[in-house]
């Protein structure tokens, strides 16, 4: 499908990101760990790659020239999107979670986006935040509702674009996927891919956030959602079942659940000794992928996502007053510290 807009090349660019082995972690624990660097991508982010599709299902739907997309998002979605539609000449409504960093908003109204605060219900509630989109959508004409979350189109993506990717990259030599779900459009998708081409060997597993539900959904076999306490890591978890996720009992070997510190820990340890300065949702992939490869034989090969850069969380990761109002001042080693600079 053509593009409405001026420039295609936008839309060449996504994609086709860099693959790099974490050379000090992989070397300490004789197994290696590979990182997919979406933030390469033309918004920073991996939702591009989903974006650009989600785009071409609007217009399919009857999205005519001038009217709206509106969607739920956590932020990277909304950036990808706003620049998307203004480039092929769409408004952009947005409803957020209450929480969400001011940076983020700052950022999605800068690039023109008219943003709604949502109050934090479990998915599927009518006042969770897709669903006072989809309520938007229908109370205004030429109005098209992106649905990321349930639109089978996010997965799709992942499977035709970031799956081959790695699977390319690395020759064929995947033995574990490790990634968070917020969307779960990269994690179906990508394991999806993985699984179909390797005959089931690659191993797929969800890394959750403190605060979400998903890996008690999967370590008791779908009884419940439970979930407890809140995290500062914005894009990922769930506390209810969407349909990019409907099948994570049968597609995900495994999960496991990383702590605010954990992935703190894990984002200075690779600026650290990777020279990488990553997101809060890298520093739970990276955390949990460290814990998959340690399970596996010697010199496993195990591949997570780089969702994001570490821009937007600078002013919480990198402060220390913010450090200290958490708690977790005391629970970073003192080599580490040193990065609480603001």
């Given at each position: 499908m053509s593009f409405p807009t001026t420039s295609p090349e936008f839309f060449a660019k996504v994609g086709k990101t860099p693959l790099v082995l974490l050379k000090s972690i992989s070397s300490s624990i004789g197994r290696n760990i590979f990182v997919k660097l979406e933030?390469?991508?033309?918004?920073?982010?991996?939702?591009?790659?989903?974006?650009?599709?989600?785009l071409q299902d609007s217009i399919e739907r009857g999205l005519k020239p001038g009217g709206t997309l509106v969607e739920a998002t956590a932020g990277n979605t909304g950036i990808s999107l706003a620049v998307l539609s203004r480039l092929a000449g769409y408004r952009l409504v947005l409803f957020v979670p209450e929480?969400?960093?001011?940076?983020?908003?700052?950022?999605?109204?800068?690039?023109?986006?008219?943003?709604?605060k949502a109050e934090n219900y479990p998915d599927n509630h009518p006042k969770h935040m897709n669903s006072l989109a989809a309520i938007y959508a229908k109370e205004h004409d030429n109005t098209i509702h992106v649905n990321q979350m349930n639109n089978l189109v996010n997965q799709q993506a992942?499977?035709?674009?970031?799956?081959?990717?790695?699977?390319?990259?690395?020759?064929?030599?995947?033995?574990?996927?490790?990634?968070?779900?917020?969307?779960?459009?990269?994690?179906?998708?990508?394991?999806?891919?993985?699984?179909?081409?390797?005959?089931?060997?690659?191993?797929?597993?969800?890394?959750?956030?403190q605060g979400s539900g998903l890996h008690h959904y999967i370590q008791t076999n779908g009884e419940s959602f439970d979930a407890e306490g809140e995290s500062f890591v914005e894009g990922i978890g769930k506390l209810?079942?969407?349909?990019?996720?409907?099948?994570?009992?049968?597609?995900a070997n495994d999960s496991l659940q990383i702590s605010d510190i954990e992935a703190?820990?894990?984002?200075?340890?690779?600026?650290?000794?990777?020279?990488?300065?990553?997101?809060?949702?890298?520093?739970?992939?990276?955390a949990a992928a460290?814990?998959?490869?340690?399970?596996?034989?010697?010199?496993?090969?195990?591949?997570?996502?780089?969702?994001?850069?570490?821009?937007?969380?600078?002013?919480?990761?990198?402060?220390?007053?913010?450090?200290?109002?958490q708690d977790h001042w005391d629970k970073i080693p003192d080599e580490y510290r040193k990065y609480a600079t603001l």
């Open positions: 933030y390469h991508n033309p918004t920073g982010s991996v939702k591009d790659r989903a974006a650009v599709k989600l929480t969400l960093i001011q940076a983020k908003i700052d950022k999605l109204t800068g690039l023109g986006a008219v943003v709604f992942h499977f035709e674009t970031t799956g081959p990717e790695i699977w390319e990259q690395l020759e064929g030599s995947v033995d574990a996927f490790v990634s968070g779900a917020g969307t779960g459009g990269t994690f179906s998708g990508v394991s999806k891919y993985l699984k179909k081409v390797s005959d089931g060997r690659v191993k797929a597993i969800i890394a959750d956030k209810g079942l969407i349909d990019n996720i409907r099948d994570v009992l049968t597609l703190l820990n894990t984002i200075y340890r690779l600026i650290e000794e990777e020279d990488l300065r990553v997101g809060a949702s890298a520093g739970v992939n990276v460290i814990k998959v490869a340690k399970s596996l034989p010697p010199g496993s090969n195990v591949v997570t996502i780089i969702p994001d850069a570490v821009d937007i969380y600078a002013k919480k990761v990198f402060s220390k007053q913010w450090l200290i109002e």
